[in-house]
Antibody
C-alpha cells in the first residue's frame, strides 16, 4: 500500500520558520517526482513546489519563491519543505503528493499537516 | 491559467450529478478530477479526461471539449457527498499544477 505521511506542522509566528517532512512507503520512492500542495482553511488546492526524482529540478509557486525550499533524501524515502519568512497567508494544510507515472495527475496524497502562522 | 467551477451542486440520491470545470481551450489539455471528503486528503477519481484509477467505480466518468470539462457521477450514493476539484498541468507556466476552486456536491 502506498503511503505518504507528513509531519512537522504547527503554530509559528509571522516571520518564523518551519520544516515539514514526508515519509513515503509502499513504492520505490526514488522513481517518482514529488510535490507539495496546500489548502488554506475553507479554500481550494494550491500547488506549492515540485522536485524531480534526482533533485536536479525544483520549481516553486511565485507565492513562495525565495522563502521555501524543497528537498528529498531518496536513501531515507523522505521529502522535505523548509519554510522561512512565514506569513499569515501561508496558513494551510500542506499535502505531500506523488505524481502519476505516465500522466500529469497526482495519484497519491498524504493526510496533510496543518501549518498555522499567527502571533 | 484559470479554472472555474460552480461552487455547489445538489443532487438527489440515485440521480446523476454533473460537475463542470471551465478554462480557455481546456479541451486541448488533460483534465484530472479529485474527490475530497471532510478532514481527508483528495483522492484521484478520473484522470486524462475520462480514465478511472483502479478501485474507482464506473459511476464516475469524465469528458472534455472546447472550454468545458465535465465530471459525471451516475446513480449518486450518499458516500459521494464531497468536494470535487479539477486540475490541469502546464510545464510552461507557473503554477505547474492548476486547480479549480472546487465544487461541493450535496446529496439530497
Amino acid at each position: 500500500e502506498v503511503l505518504l505521511v507528513e509531519s512537522g506542522g504547527g503554530l509559528v509566528q509571522p516571520g518564523g520558520s518551519l520544516r515539514l517532512s514526508c515519509a513515503g512507503s509502499g513504492f520505490t520512492f526514488s522513481r517518482y517526482s514529488l510535490n507539495w500542495v496546500r489548502q488554506a482553511p475553507g479554500k481550494g488546492l494550491e500547488w506549492v513546489s515540485y522536485i524531480s526524482t534526482t533533485s536536479s529540478t525544483t520549481l516553486y509557486a511565485d507565492s513562495v519563491k525565495g522563502r521555501f525550499t524543497i528537498s528529498r533524501d531518496n536513501s531515507k524515502n523522505s521529502l522535505y519543505l523548509q519554510m522561512s519568512s512565514l506569513r499569515a497567508e501561508d496558513t494551510a494544510v500542506y499535502y505531500c503528493v506523488r505524481e502519476c507515472t505516465d500522466s500529469s495527475c497526482i495519484d497519491y496524497w498524504g493526510q496533510g499537516t496543518l501549518v498555522t502562522v499567527s502571533s | 491559467y484559470v479554472l472555474t467551477q460552480t461552487p455547489s451542486v445538489s443532487v438527489a440520491l440515485g440521480q446523476t450529478a454533473r460537475i463542470t470545470c471551465e478554462g480557455n481551450n481546456i479541451g486541448g489539455k488533460s483534465v484530472h478530477w479529485y474527490q475530497q471528503k471532510p478532514g481527508q486528503g483528495p483522492v484521484l477519481v478520473v484522470f486524462d479526461d475520462g480514465d478511472r484509477p483502479s478501485g474507482i467505480p464506473d459511476r464516475f466518468s469524465g469528458s472534455n471539449s472546447g472550454n468545458t470539462a465535465t465530471l459525471t457521477i451516475s446513480r449518486v450514493e450518499a458516500g459521494d457527498e464531497a468536494d470535487y476539484h479539477c486540475q490541469v498541468w502546464d510545464m510552461s507556466r507557473n503554477p505547474l499544477f492548476v486547480f479549480g476552486s472546487g465544487t461541493r456536491v450535496t446529496v439530497l
